[in-house]
């Protein structure tokens, strides 16, 4: 009688939790990992979780993802390594401390409304004691104002910015930027000071200091009124229709007015130049519809708007000089001394009734409509006088941050006309050199300041090299910034709700690189 056969017993499933294994240390150093919880490791790179405590599952992770890091070796992995630590340390208290405030600010929030339900107060008290305990914050607790530049400063470390090679910072002049203490700017500073380098070189934007001088020029009494006639033009439909064909029917030059808009740079000196050269018909139009613009048939006001037009072209011909890229501070603070000079010029003109750089004023003076006497009296008043004069003051006063180095663009811009003597001592050997060499002088007469310096050797001018490095580095404006935000502007509207951040950020890249792709590589590397 044959014998039964057993049943084999299904084989025990393997469970990785039972082995009890333990992290090893040596990982650390050796893939970027470090322990999480009790039974899974992170890795300190991509912040990736990983479940099996396998050397060969990190090991893989490591090879496939982050190979590259094996140009660390030495101390250089070790200090890499204490980086990542750090960063991986800061985002963890960064993201405790914001799961306690949120916590703390909702339990505020409920005691508030409980205090207003209970005393019978309508609701909308609510925002009141918001603004009230924001302000009661801002004095009693203004050091809690500087924890968000603390997290951008440590931004700066994830993205491996090298805090050294920092020359100077441009900012807009926001308080937030540059308290002396709880600053932006001053924590940077301090931050650079501690990383080895040098002292930074800290400015306002001169564009943003241009557009701030620009509005010394305060003629309310003129911008009031054409800022309400345009509104009347365009803001109404009938109105705007019935005014565009009107002057079709007048040919005048132009088919319509132009909104102002305060927070555009170049927006005043179009609005007022349009408006002026359509005068006459704006005037017509306007009685036509029972709204009598008195101002525009009374010759003193419109050599005010004159003279206000042909000021504000000189300022919008200044601002465009300094908007673009690839500007050097050094041009552009040649820029603003070339308008200080020019404004000296058009305040002694204009006193003596020359309107030779005043065309809008010529215009209105040529005008036959006009009594030239009165216009030219007018002009060369007083009034008009101190008003370039104040613009003067305002220029004069600005800029001081560019002032203090202009010793060192002048060098920067050309060291043959410097007087060695005078310049650090580092430098004078070097200038001689320089200044002594044809060569040199052929170099600097045929190519641009970057193209020159570039060619200088190395090992024959190494301070005037280092000199011309940070004079290169420094951005005179926020241009970039401003350019940068105008184009997300443009892109991220309501229309294009389905636009993610990756896109936008791809969108952005591409927008306001410089740099030219390399389009005919891409079937052979990309095959569709």
């Not at 309310?220 to 033009?233: A, C």
């Not at 009734?353 to 003076?365: I, N, S």
Request: hydrophobic letters at 35%; aromatic letters at 8%; glycine letters at 4%.
């Amino acid at each position: 009688m044959e014998r039964e056969q057993e049943p084999v017993p299904p084989r025990k499933k393997r469970c990785v939790g039972e082995e009890k294994r333990r992290f090893q240390d040596k990982w650390t150093k050796a893939y970027f990992v470090v322990p999480h919880g009790s039974d899974k490791v992170m890795c300190l790179i991509c912040k990736q979780v990983n479940a099996m405590l396998k050397d060969f599952n990190i090991k893989r992770h490591y090879d496939t993802n982050h190979k590259t890091y094996d140009k660390f070796t030495g101390e250089e992995r070790t200090s890499k390594l204490e980086q990542l630590k750090r960063g991986y340390t800061a985002q963890q208290s960064v993201f405790t401390n914001l799961a306690k405030s949120g916590e703390a600010v909702t339990q505020a929030s409920y005691v508030v409304a409980q205090e207003i339900a209970r005393r019978s107060k309508p609701f909308s008290d609510g925002e009141f004691v918001r603004d009230c305990i924001l302000k009661v914050a801002d004095i009693v607790c203004p050091e809690q104002k500087t924890k968000p530049l603390v997290c951008q400063m440590t931004h700066l470390d994830a993205h491996n910015v090298k805090l050294p090679s920092m020359v100077g910072v441009t900012t807009d002049g926001a308080p937030a930027m540059i308290g002396k203490k709880a600053g932006a700017v001053s924590l940077l500073s301090e931050k650079v000071a501690n990383n080895g380098g040098e002292e930074l070189i800290k400015y306002h934007c001169i564009i943003h200091q241009e557009a701030l001088a620009a509005q010394t020029l305060d003629m309310k009494h003129v911008m009031d009124i054409v800022v309400k006639t345009v509104n009347f033009l365009k803001s109404r439909g009938l109105n705007h229709r019935q005014f565009k064909t009107f002057l079709e029917q007048s040919e005048a030059d132009f088919g319509d007015v132009i909104y102002f808009t305060a927070v555009r740079w170049l927006s005043r000196g179009a609005t007022l130049k349009r408006f002026f050269n359509l005068r006459k018909e704006i005037r017509e139009f306007m009685e036509s519809k029972g709204q009598d613009v008195t101002q525009l048939s009374d010759t003193k006001w419109l050599c005010d708007l004159a003279l206000l037009v042909d000021l504000n072209t000189c300022l919008s011909d200044l601002n465009v000089k300094l908007q673009g890229h690839g500007k050097l501070i050094s041009t552009l603070f040649d820029n603003i001394k070339a308008f200080q000079r020019k404004l000296e010029l058009l305040q002694g003109q204009l006193k003596q009734g020359d309107l030779t750089h005043f065309p809008t004023c010529k215009a209105l003076l040529d005008d036959t409509n006009t009594d030239g006497r009165v216009v030219l009296r007018h002009l060369r008043s007083d009034k008009n006088h101190n008003l370039i004069k104040k613009l003067r003051e305002e220029f004069d006063h600005r800029f001081s941050d560019f002032r203090d180095h202009e010793k060192s663009f002048s060098l920067f811009q050309n060291p043959f006309s410097c007087v060695p003597g005078e310049e650090p001592a580092e430098m004078q050997f070097e200038l001689i050199d320089l200044q002594e060499s044809s060569e040199a002088r052929a170099a600097y007469r045929d190519k641009n300041l970057i193209e020159f310096y570039k060619g200088l050797s190395p090992s024959t001018y190494p301070a005037l090299r280092k000199h011309a490095i940070r004079m290169v580095s420094l951005f005179g404006s926020t241009y970039i910034c401003e350019r940068t935000f105008s184009t997300m502007a443009i892109n991220k509207s309501k229309l294009r709700s389905r636009l993610t951040d990756g896109h936008l950020h791809a969108v952005l890249r591409i927008a306001t690189t410089e740099m030219e792709w390399r389009i005919s590589t891409w079937p052979s590397t990309n095959p569709s």
